[in-house]
């Protein structure tokens, strides 16, 4: 909703199974780099733009091609589109994966084609439907969203056949170009944008959009069996219809939830010309712990957890889910609090450089702080939904999906415009929304399998969150003791301080969390140690 976190997608199986270490490597370092770009685009986009009006335009006329993507392709990829491919995989079964890809390959463009032509010409009524009507400066705003709605549609057809192209590599194991794509996408959209800022304005980064599209597809054809594959359309094909089969539940699930940001945009737009830009931003900050301990210790788990289910070792799979949840929630606590404390100075040192002001910094950091509210449900969410899918229940998420939504919008227009929060009532209520999903989650999966008695969930809660609040009360005394003892002005300045805070608080954590007793801390510093020696 109003905190534009991006959906993760995960990776597909072959990905995670034994004796794939390598692959593995590969994809992780795709991710990381894309990650890492992802970050530098914003800070690229803060610099050249600010967070004013045609931001807020910008980034709402962005989301048009990926919710669309998401809805055909996203979605599709891990939990249908790989696992049917997979079943053709076998050598003596490839004549038949050429023609299930081929027939994919033909669709999805096919699809993608109509729904481009359909937006360029309904982009004014798109746009509307977005909110930019609803904008302090609606005129300009909409027609600004018009133009670059139209400018990015066409990487539709790019993100389409790019998924698809990621689907079939994967399957055939071959994980070096797409793993990079998002890299090549970010890249590209930097480059763009900086080098046509001038001429063109916001709308460089509506071209540096449509090229990185064109990239993310392009890094992955000297892989792809372009000889093997031909334009064909059969509906009857019976793994495109066990495509279908698999993909419904999560389709419907997407359709409440593209709805609902569909809604949240028109409320956002309300609020004022900026907030959609300082949401933005502020999200950019969730992704980094979300991605590198949530999604990282849930891909781990997912392999585990199948195979717990399929051998019907049930208490395996409890003992497998609890371990996966203490892991997230010993890393993600201490980030969340951390966070929280620094939140301006982060801001200040990643985003407060060229158009981005003092005052986009504290709305920014208003924003992070309430955001922050959600980050351990929306952490502990991805394991709670794998294990699931570990059980072959798709269904079972997408309705819960659907009732956070539902949450969401109740609660939403209130705290905005009845209570005079504004945004920042917006991104109270997705924090609501992303806590509720979670306990509902952890709810039904307990009723399902029994999963948090003997987990010691609560107990790694208490000492976690014991361990984490200290450590915040040592950063906040850092953070604001030593501006006054170091003398480096601007940047550097702030780097020393959100540097030495941190370090401190590692620090303060690591040592409390082995008074404690945290043994999830040791675990996570093995493997460190163990990757560190493989690496050297």
């Known amino acids: 909703m109003s905190t534009d976190v991006t959906r993760v997608e995960p990776a597909p199986a072959e990905v995670q199974g034994p004796g794939i270490a390598r692959s593995a490597a590969i994809v992780s370092a795709g991710n990381l780099a894309s990650r890492a770009l992802?970050?530098?685009?914003e800070q690229v986009i803060a610099y050249l733009f600010g967070a004013g009006p045609l931001v807020s335009a910008f980034v709402v006329a962005s989301q048009v091609p990926t919710l669309i993507y998401d809805l055909l392709i996203g979605g599709l990829l891990s939990s249908a589109l790989v696992p049917v491919f997979s079943d053709y995989a076998a050598p003596e079964r490839r004549r038949e994966l050429w023609r299930l890809a081929s027939i994919v390959f033909s669709l999805v463009a096919s699809v993608m084609a109509i729904f481009v032509l359909a937006i360029e010409i309904g982009a004014p009524w798109v746009a509307l439907a977005m909110g930019a009507g609803a904008s302090p400066d609606a005129p300009n705003t909409l027609a600004a969203t018009t133009?670059?709605?139209r400018v990015m549609v066409p990487a539709l057809l790019f993100f389409g056949l790019s998924g698809a192209s990621t689907g079939l590599l994967y399957t055939l194991k071959r994980f070096r170009f797409p793993a990079f794509g998002a890299a090549a996408f970010n890249a590209t959209v930097i480059t763009v944008g900086t080098l046509l800022a001038k001429p063109f304005g916001i709308y460089s980064l509506a071209g540096g959009i449509l090229i990185g599209a064109g990239m993310q597809l392009a890094i992955q054809l000297p892989d792809l069996p372009w000889r093997r594959l031909r334009f064909e359309i059969d509906l009857s094909h019976p793994g495109l219809r066990r495509i279908g089969r698999l993909y419904l539940p999560i389709l419907l699930g997407l359709v409440v939830s593209n709805i609902g940001v569909i809604i949240d945009r028109n409320f956002a737009f309300r609020t004022g010309a900026g907030s959609i830009a300082w949401m933005r931003y502020a999200t950019t900050l969730i992704q980094a712990p979300l991605g590198l301990v949530s999604v990282a210790v849930s891909l781990a788990a997912l392999p585990s957890l199948s195979q717990r289910h399929v051998a019907g070792d049930l208490a395996g799979f409890r003992r497998t889910l609890a371990r996966g949840l203490r892991m997230i929630l010993v890393l993600?606590?201490?980030a969340t609090i951390?966070?929280?404390?620094?939140?301006?100075?982060?801001?200040?040192?990643?985003?407060?450089?060229?158009?981005?002001?003092?005052?986009?910094?504290?709305?920014?950091?208003?924003?992070?702080?309430?955001?922050?509210?959600g980050l351990p449900g929306a952490a502990i969410d991805w394991p709670l939904i794998f294990a699931f899918y570990a059980r072959k229940d798709t269904l079972t998420p997408a309705l819960v999906g659907v009732a956070a939504v539902l949450i969401y919008l109740a609660i939403a227009p209130t705290l905005a415009f009845v209570a005079g929060m504004g945004f920042l009532g917006l991104v109270a209520a997705n924090s609501v929304q992303l806590t509720s999903h979670a306990v509902i989650m952890l709810i039904l999966l307990h009723r399902r399998i029994d999963g948090v008695r003997g987990s010691r969930l609560p107990e790694t809660v208490v000492k976690s969150s014991t361990a984490a609040l200290a450590m915040g009360g040592v950063v906040w005394v850092v953070a604001d003791q030593l501006p006054s003892l170091i003398e480096l002005p601007g940047a550097a300045g702030t780097l020393t301080i959100v540097g030495s805070a941190a370090a401190v608080g590692l620090t303060v954590y690591g040592l409390l969390a082995a008074l404690l007793r945290l043994e999830e801390i040791h675990l996570v510093w093995a493997r460190l140690r163990q990757k560190v020696s493989t690496m050297v």
Do not use: C, K
Not at 38 to 41: C, D, I, M
Not at 344 to 361: R, Y
């Open 147 to 149: 133009r670059m709605i």
């Open 332 to 334: 993600i606590i201490p």
């Open 38 to 41: 992802g970050l530098v685009r």
């Open 338 to 373: 951390g966070l929280f404390v620094l939140a301006t100075p982060v801001i200040q040192l990643l985003f407060e450089h060229g158009e981005f002001t003092a005052f986009d910094t504290r709305q920014t950091s208003n924003a992070l702080r309430l955001y922050l509210l």
